[in-house]
């Protein structure tokens, strides 16, 4: 099965559904894999987000925009 090179998150912003999200974001998406969110100005997000990915994998695109490529997980820059 081929995985997506892309993956969008936009749902419900409580934590714990944050968190599945991200973590089935990270399940589905490819090896190398770009994973991107909205509503990062918000705090439940942002902890949800951080419990999954460290604050140092996490690219801030703008106030409310984040990324992660999957292949720089071993603390690589996002867009290097």
Do not use: M
């Not at 419900?12 to 190398?32: I, T």
């Not at 902890?47 to 690219?59: D, K």
């Amino acid at each position: 099965a081929k995985y997506p090179d892309v993956v969008f998150i936009d749902g419900d912003h409580r934590y714990k559904h944050v968190l599945g999200d991200c973590l089935a974001a990270k399940r589905l998406a490819a090896n190398d894999g770009l994973i991107l969110g909205d509503d990062f100005q918000l705090e439940s997000v942002r902890r949800a987000v951080w419990s999954v990915f460290s604050p140092a994998q996490v690219t801030t695109l703008n106030h409310c925009l984040w990324a992660v490529r999957l292949g720089s997980l071993g603390g690589v820059s996002v867009f290097s």
